[in-house]
């Protein structure tokens, strides 16, 4: 795959290029302060000058994540952020534009700009960060919360059926899709490096825990006990293996997915579902995306990873053919162009 | 090809109405005749009236689409009130446009419309041609329609595209009737239908038949003609509000030297702006079509931050729509100009109709206290002026701009003398410069209270900022409370010292007349003919139109109180006069308001002066 060439020989930055001086007001033990770090030693790697990140963000928790990086950044109002994001990589294609959300964010207020970002693949880096819950109005349900929990807004449960933002992204056509978990730094870092370097909307949904309003959320996948038969961790070119022991993987029978144990029935490795990011046919990519615990271990990793002709670029194409064919050069020419008339 | 079988009558001014059904090309009809029109040397206004749908049930009433264009020899200042001839395609059309004609008009209908079938279309009884109706009009039935036909037989046409062209014959016969010679239209036809021969052939015979027919039938025995009006020795051209509007932010542009960006989604009667705007990429223009009007704001403001003239355009139910991200732009002290091309409301409310009733939207529709510069444009081509003017208040003080027309101004056109470029006022943005050690996100220039723009890409100058209460000077978030009330302080005061950057308020007439006329944004064509008309009468009666509404002129008190009775008129159920009450409680305001979807009458405007002067 092609991807953006970076070049750190020419840059080099460190962690405190991108630190700010404002203190960071997160709860203790939110998984926000993981993000941060992962992202503070992401930026310097990139090739990217320090005064080409703009970090942008809509309302919510997540959302105060660019007053804590020494970056150009703007916080804006709830929901909007795509729609800014959109308008600074317009004005400015050569910028690194990275927006940070929230589930409500995106998935509710601002699903709208959400899907439309997606859909038309301008270049930027979109950071989802999943908690399943409103933690700034202090514990509402969201858009991704799970059937049946209960919060301030479902005393009784929700009873709606949550949004999963893999497949929203999918179903928008998007081109990257990537998951990660906020108890990972490292597997944050990798996933933050290929989402920096692939061209167009590059939507990284991080498991975040929000350790007030709807802390162990994400348990199955995160304790000690049952990781290992909750997370599978995807890789191109690989086999979808996953548990203690490595014996369990995922095949595709029929139209669904299935898990099974190697050694059992048969099966070896070589039956097991081999991921492969760069399919155009987001259908495989789909059914990983879906798959969540208890039925099946979510997919963390690189998902989806299909190279496409972005908005931006497209954009600019378009100004420079028509700046090389229009006998329009300046704005005189417009105005003194078509049917005009003189009085002497 | 001139007449020789009749006699010339001159005149002044004429109006003229095409009406048909919404697919009959009236618009076509229309604008080719105002191309003659300025090829004529004639000064003029014209105004489109179609109804919302597209195409709204054929022969109908509500399907009519009309065209009026006013012109003459002297300065026009409206596309006119009351039209002398009018075009009528059917019986629908007649029917919708029997009030906006003068007495003894000159009405020219298609005789083969007009059967018994399209008469009940159109809700008539009886047909209008043969009760009597019509007596005190100069009637022209002529069929129009079987005319068209044969005058293309010899070509190989089907009977759609014959019929299509019918509205040439129409104009034919108008252009017959007002002198005016056909080779500009036709060369619109060669130039258009370039790549369909046939059709081409077929605009110019009918056009021609029509003509000749005109000329063979001898109506009345006379002919009409306009002289030349006395225009300023230059170049001009024609031009809608809105493509003035999109040309008057292009100009600021390239002026101010920061590429223009428009977040935008279609709304009418805004749309063509967006449109205007995607056409001129090779100016560098960044057009984007959101997905909603918010993220056709909120896009420009992101475009903004990174150094770009952002504006955003849309009408009154976008306006509303987008209330949050005004002020988030006020929050950020960014430049934004938001054009609302105002139409009838509230909600969806009349589409196609002009208002200018989303007056206090734009002063108060915000949460907190979130001032903003308003301007409001007064005729088509000043749309030009104003989106310019607009763009560069909003650049140089570092505050969001509501840019105000509307529908009459937006798709109604005007005489346009062309301006130079290098010739409009410089716009100088605060930028601030690469690793300035003293830069300050909320440092503020002393005069204009303006903050600096520090744009991504330039180095040492990394900041951050958004909707949370800033801290006067760094820009940090701040909840302090002292610190908020200065803050809403300087937002306040920043826009009140632009009053030192706009002109003062220009009366016309008479300082001490006895009626102070005022009025603002689109309806300056009409009160300014009504003011200088009465003005020629003897009466004592002065014009104050009001183009800076936030914030106001600096002298609008002393106007005010040169005056013994001022009344203020208004499309709207009283807007403006609320916001002089509030102003200036001092003064005694008469209203005149008017909230039909319609533009003032002459005619009501002189009965409501002339009782205010008698009482």
Redesign the interface.
């Known amino acids: 795959m092609e991807n953006q060439i970076i070049d750190t020989e020419r840059i080099q930055l460190t962690k405190e290029d991108f630190s700010?001086d404002?203190m960071v007001k997160w709860c203790p033990g939110c998984g926000d302060h993981a993000i941060l770090h992962a992202i503070e030693n992401v930026f310097p790697n990139l090739g990217v000058a320090?005064?080409?990140f703009?970090?942008?963000s809509g309302?919510g928790c997540s959302s105060r994540f660019?007053?804590y990086?020494?970056?150009?950044?703007?916080?804006?109002?709830h929901g909007?952020a795509?729609?800014?994001?959109?308008?600074?990589?317009?004005?400015?294609p050569?910028?690194s534009v990275w927006m940070i959300s929230g589930d409500g964010d995106s998935m509710a207020i601002g699903g709208?700009?959400f899907i439309?970002v997606i859909r038309r693949n301008l270049d930027i880096n979109l950071l989802l960060f999943n908690n399943k819950i409103y933690g700034l109005t202090k514990g509402q349900f969201s858009p991704t919360t799970p059937k049946g929990t209960k919060t301030k807004t479902s005393p009784q449960g929700t009873f709606e059926r949550p949004f999963n933002p893999g497949e929203l992204v999918i179903g928008a056509q998007g081109n990257f899709f990537a998951r990660t978990i906020d108890t990972n730094p490292k597997a944050m870092t990798v996933v933050f490096m290929e989402a920096a370097k692939h061209k167009g909307t590059s939507v990284v949904e991080i498991l975040q825990n929000c350790v007030i309003f709807s802390n162990k959320a994400h348990e199955l996948i995160t304790s000690r006990e049952t990781r290992d038969e909750y997370q599978l961790f995807v890789e191109h070119g690989k086999p979808m293996i996953f548990g203690a022991k490595k014996d369990k993987g995922i095949v595709l029978k029929g139209t669904k997915l299935e898990i099974v144990t190697i050694g059992e029935n048969g099966i070896t490795e070589s039956d097991i579902l081999v991921h492969d990011q760069y399919e155009k046919d987001s259908g495989v990519h789909a059914m990983i995306s879906s798959m969540m615990p208890p039925e099946f271990p979510v997919a963390l990793g690189v998902i989806r990873s299909v190279k496409a002709e972005t908005f931006d670029q497209a954009?600019m194409n378009?100004?420079e053919?028509?700046?090389e064919?229009?006998p329009?050069?300046?704005?005189?020419d417009?105005?003194?162009s078509?049917?005009?008339?003189?009085?002497? | 090809m001139t007449s020789k079988n009749s006699k010339v009558v001159e005149l002044e001014q004429v109006v003229i109405r095409f009406a048909g059904d919404s697919g009959d090309g009236m618009q076509l009809t229309g604008s080719l005749f105002s191309?003659s029109t300025?090829?004529a040397?004639n000064d003029f206004a014209t105004f489109p009236d179609y109804p919302s749908e597209i195409r709204a049930p054929q022969g109908t009433v509500s399907g009519v689409s009309g065209f009026q264009i006013h012109f003459g020899q002297k300065t026009v200042h409206t596309p006119g009130d009351l039209a002398d001839v009018l075009v009528a395609m059917n019986p629908a059309s007649l029917k919708a446009n029997m009030r906006w004609i003068k007495e003894g008009a000159i009405i020219i209908l298609d005789a083969d419309a007009f059967i018994e079938k399209g008469v009940i279309k159109a809700g008539y009884l009886e047909d209008p041609t043969l009760d009597g109706s019509l007596s005190g009009f100069k009637l022209i039935k002529s069929p129009i329609s079987t005319l068209t036909k044969e005058a293309v037989k010899h070509l190989d046409l089907d009977m759609k595209s014959t019929l299509k062209s019918k509205n040439m014959f129409a104009l034919g016969i108008i252009m017959y009737l007002f002198n005016r010679e056909l080779d500009m239209t036709n060369l619109y036809f060669e130039r258009k239908f370039k790549a369909n021969p046939l059709v081409v052939e077929a605009n110019k015979a009918v056009l021609a038949a029509g003509f000749n027919y005109a000329d063979t039938m001898e109506f009345f025995g006379t002919t009409y003609k306009v002289e030349p009006a006395f225009?300023?020795?230059?170049?001009?051209?024609?031009i809608t509000g809105n493509i003035a509007t999109a040309?008057g932010f292009?100009?600021a542009s390239?002026r101010s030297g920061r590429?223009l960006?428009l977040?935008s989604y279609p709304i009418t009667p805004a749309t063509e702006i967006l449109q205007e705007l995607t056409n001129?990429?090779?100016?560098?223009v960044?057009a984007?079509q959101?997905?909603?009007e918010?993220?056709g704001i909120?896009?420009?403001?992101?475009?903004?931050?990174?150094?770009?003239l952002?504006i955003t355009t849309t009408s009154g139910p976008g306006l509303s729509l987008k209330s949050?991200?005004i002020?988030?732009a006020v929050m950020?002290e960014l430049p934004l100009v938001i054009v609302d091309v105002q139409r009838g409301g509230p909600s969806t409310g009349l589409p196609t109709k002009s208002e200018q009733s989303d007056l206090l939207q734009a002063l108060f529709g915000r949460n907190g206290e979130a001032p903003v510069i308003i301007i409001a444009a007064k005729s088509s081509s000043d749309c030009f002026y104003s989106a310019y003017e607009a763009s560069k208040l909003s650049l140089e003080h570092m505050t969001p701009v509501i840019l105000l027309t509307d529908g009459m101004l937006a798709n109604g056109s005007e005489v346009f003398k062309?301006?130079?470029?290098a010739d409009l006022s410089p716009i100088t943005p605060p930028l601030a410069e690469a690793n300035d050690p003293l830069y300050k996100p909320y440092r503020r220039d002393p005069e204009k209270l303006n903050r600096q723009w520090a744009i991504?890409?330039?180095?040492?100058?990394?900041?951050?900022?958004?909707?949370?209460e800033k801290e006067d000077v760094s820009g940090?978030?701040s909840h302090d409370p002292l610190n908020h009330q200065k803050m809403t302080f300087l937002r306040e005061e920043k826009v009140q010292r632009v009053a030192n950057y706009i002109p003062e308020q220009e009366v016309f007439g008479n300082p001490n007349a006895d009626l102070l006329v005022v009025s603002w944004g689109g309806t300056f064509g009409v009160m300014i003919t009504v003011v200088e008309k009465m003005q020629q009468q003897g009466q004592s009666i002065a014009l104050a139109h009001f183009k800076h509404i936030m914030p106001l002129p600096k002298n609008t008190e002393d106007v005010f109180d040169r005056y013994k009775k001022i009344v203020v008129c208004e499309i709207n159920n009283g807007q403006f006069v609320k916001y002089l009450r509030m102003s200036y409680p001092q003064f005694k305001y008469y209203q005149h308001n008017k909230i039909q979807g319609l533009p003032f009458m002459i005619a009501e405007l002189e009965a409501k002066f002339n009782e205010l002067l008698n009482q």
């Open positions: 700010s404002q320090k005064e080409d703009v970090v942008v309302i660019p007053y990086m020494n970056t150009y950044g703007i916080h804006s109002i909007r795509a729609a800014i994001a959109t308008g600074v990589k317009l004005a400015n050569n910028l709208n700009h439309h954009m378009s100004i053919f028509a700046k064919h229009s329009i050069k300046t704005m005189d417009l105005l003194n078509g049917s005009t008339w003189t009085i002497d | 191309d300025a090829f040397g225009l300023k020795k230059g170049k001009y051209r024609n040309w292009m100009a390239e590429p960006f977040g001129h990429k090779s100016l560098s960044k984007f959101a997905e909603d918010i993220a909120v896009s420009s403001i992101g475009a903004s931050y990174t150094g770009a952002a949050e991200a002020g988030l950020t062309i301006p130079k470029v991504p890409g330039t180095h040492g100058l990394r900041h951050r900022i958004g909707g949370l940090n978030v």
